[in-house]
C-alpha cells in the first residue's frame, strides 16, 4: 500500500457513537471499523482494494472475518460501512474530510508565502509563528522514514569535496551527520527527534525554506530560553486541525 504524507484526524465522538451501524457492532467489531478507516486514511486516494484477506489482516479479525469461504457476520456489519469503487473500498465521510484537510494545508503554504513575501519587502527576516503548532496526532512511524536511520540525499548546493552530504531526518528537514549528532549532544535524542518533528510540520504547513535547518533548531531553541516561549516554543500550543470523521 502506498503511503500518504497525512498524520492524523479528529474523530466526531458524538457522530460516531450515535451511528446506527456502530451501535450494532460489538467492541471488536468497532475495533476493526476504527483500523479499517485509519489505513484508508494513510492511503493517497483514502481507499483500500477490496481484498477480504487485506482487510481480514488490517482489521486484526484474521479468522473472524469469514464464515467458511463465505464472509462474518462481523465482517458484513464492517463492508456495510463502506461504499465501493470497482476493486476499492472507502468512507464518503473519510474522502470529504480528506478534501477539506488538503485544502487547509494548502490554504496554509500560501499564507506563509505571503507572510514571507511581505516581510522581506520590508527588510524583515522570516520569523517561526508556533503558535498554529503542529497538525500531527501521533508522530509517524513509516519504514521509509526512521528517524534513526536517515535516508542518505545529495545536497545539490553543496560540494562534495568540501561539505558532508544531508540527510533527511524527516520529509522536510535535512542535517549532516555531525549536526544531528550535536543536536543529540544538546537535547538528547527523544528531544533532538521532538525538535525536528516540530521543525518538519511548521515547513510543511508555510512552505518554509531554511539554509540551515540545524541552526534554526538553534535559533528557536536560543528564543526559548530568552523567555518567548508563549510565542515560538516546541509543542507549547496544539493547534490541530479538526477534522470531524463519523
Same mark, same amino acid.
Given at each position: ?117 511581505? +516581510? ?26 526512521? +528517524? ?46 521532538? +525538535? ?51
Amino acid at each position: 500500500m502506498s503511503k500518504a504524507k497525512r498524520e492524523g484526524f479528529f474523530l466526531n465522538v458524538n457522530d460516531f457513537l450515535t451511528s446506527k451501524d456502530v451501535l450494532a457492532m460489538t467492541a471488536e467489531e468497532v475495533g476493526g471499523y476504527i483500523l479499517l478507516l485509519m489505513f484508508m486514511w494513510k492511503e493517497s486516494d483514502c481507499m483500500l482494494e477490496a481484498d477480504y484477506e487485506l482487510l481480514a489482516r488490517l482489521s486484526r479479525l484474521d479468522k473472524g472475518w469469514f464464515n467458511g469461504d463465505e464472509l462474518s457476520k462481523s465482517a458484513s456489519k464492517i463492508v456495510k460501512c463502506f461504499s465501493r469503487k470497482k476493486n476499492k473500498f472507502f468512507s464518503k465521510r473519510l474522502q470529504k474530510e480528506h478534501k477539506n484537510y488538503m485544502n487547509f494545508l494548502k490554504s496554509q503554504s500560501e499564507k506563509g508565502k505571503k507572510s514571507g513575501k511581505a +516581510r522581506r519587502n520590508k527588510g524583515l527576516p522570516d520569523e517561526p509563528d508556533m503558535n498554529r503548532g503542529s497538525t500531527t496526532v501521533e508522530p509517524e512511524h513509516e519504514p521509509n522514514v526512521n +528517524r534513526n536511520e536517515p535516508t542518505v540525499t545529495s545536497n545539490s548546493n553543496s560540494n562534495s569535496n568540501s561539505k558532508e552530504d544531508k540527510n533527511n531526518y524527516a520529509d522536510f528537514v535535512k542535517l549532516t551527520s555531525d549536526e544531528y549528532q550535536k543536536l543529540k549532544e544538546k537535547f538528547g535524542e527523544d528531544g533532538t527527534k521532538e +525538535r525536528i518533528s516540530r521543525l518538519n510540520n511548521y515547513k510543511a504547513s508555510k512552505g518554509k525554506k531554511y539554509k540551515s535547518d540545524y541552526h534554526t533548531i538553534l535559533v528557536w531553541e536560543t528564543k526559548n530560553n530568552k523567555g518567548e516561549q508563549s510565542n515560538e516554543g516546541f509543542g507549547r500550543n496544539s493547534g490541530e486541525y479538526p477534522v470531524d470523521l463519523q
